[in-house]
């Protein structure tokens, strides 16, 4: 046999969480560095209040692809999560857990497991003690860059929806929304993170857009997840041309595989437009079923003080 290894790496660095759907999810960032190099990644952590579990998705700035959640729940004290991945050619389970939890710090561990859970490996431990709160370690960056593409999305903003209620049946009923967004950066400002909430006469619709960026295909994936079940969807993968923002995927809808287009345009200082289309063609056509415009509060406070 082998010689096994024991070998540990250190790192040291800061863990910042903010608050998303007014505290019933989150956003951890992490930032920290050792021997090896900069370790730079987020967890978007989503409840589902059907289960009654959490989702934790995880990303790292160098591919920004969110991967796969764990899933799992707290009880007495103790968060453990769990996830089935590949791992060098095989299959294992993947466990995380959260313990020692106080006021002002927590213990977190990442484990494997080759044996279907019978025993299990650490891999990865970190201890956190909370700072008092101060500014941001480092202003959002200036240049422009492939990675800034949806700094004219930051913000808070008044949104109108209009949904097709019935996507792909020659349905010409639509329904209507109104409410807000808001944008903030993410990585100091090479991701974003949409929280939407709108109301109209079908109910409300209640989500969380991810935007990350993958520096080395120079593409996005946008990452989204609505209130009602914390479950992130299919990312729609694409980028910006001639100011204008184009990402797709492919989905089953009703039984079927389709493409789905996601397009931001019309993009000015205090205003932008999102639609959203499908195709059961293999994108000759497109309907539109899904059309969002942002308003920038201030430019509605201007136009209604003169009116």
């Not at 910042?16 to 007014?22: E, G, L």
């Not at 106080?102 to 431990?125: I, K, L, P």
């Not at 949806?150 to 109104?178: C, I, M």
């Not at 996005?220 to 209130?227: E, G, M």
Request: no cysteine.
């Amino acid at each position: 046999m082998g010689e096994l290894k024991n070998e540990w790496i250190e790192l040291l660095g800061t863990v910042t969480v903010s608050k998303v759907w007014n505290g019933r999810a989150n956003l951890e960032e992490i930032e920290a560095g050792g021997p090896t190099g900069q370790l730079e990644g987020l967890t978007l952590r989503l409840y589902n209040p059907e289960s009654g579990q959490w989702y934790l998705h995880w990303s790292n700035s160098k591919d920004g692809v969110l991967g796969q959640p764990m899933v799992g729940e707290f009880k007495n004290g103790r968060g453990e999560f769990y996830d089935q991945e590949r791992f060098n050619g095989r299959v294992i389970l993947v466990r995380q857990v959260y313990s020692d939890i106080t006021s002002n710090s927590y213990h977190f561990e990442q484990s494997f497991s080759v044996d279907g859970g019978e025993t299990w490996e650490a891999n990865w431990m970190a201890t956190l003690t909370r700072e008092p709160e101060t500014k941001r370690l480092a202003e959002i960056r200036t240049e422009k860059n492939r990675q800034r593409d949806f700094d004219f999305n930051f913000g808070r903003w008044k949104t109108r929806v209009s949904r097709l209620q019935h996507p792909l049946t020659a349905s010409t009923t639509w329904v209507e929304y109104e409410g807000t967004s808001v944008v903030r950066p993410v990585w100091n400002g090479r991701a974003s993170l949409l929280e939407l909430e709108v109301d109209g006469p079908a109910g409300t619709v209640q989500g969380v857009g991810l935007r990350l960026y993958n520096p080395q295909s120079r593409q996005w994936s946008l990452n989204w997840a609505n209130s009602s079940d914390g479950r992130m969807n299919q990312p729609m993968i694409g980028e910006f041309k001639r100011g204008r923002g184009e990402f797709f995927s492919r989905e089953p809808f009703k039984g079927r595989v389709i493409f789905v287009r996601n397009s931001f345009l019309d993009i000015g200082k205090d205003s932008s437009r999102f639609e959203q289309a499908f195709s059961d063609d293999g994108g000759k056509s497109w309907e539109t079923n899904w059309v969002m415009t942002f308003t920038s509060m201030k430019a509605e406070s201007v136009k209604a003080g003169g009116e």
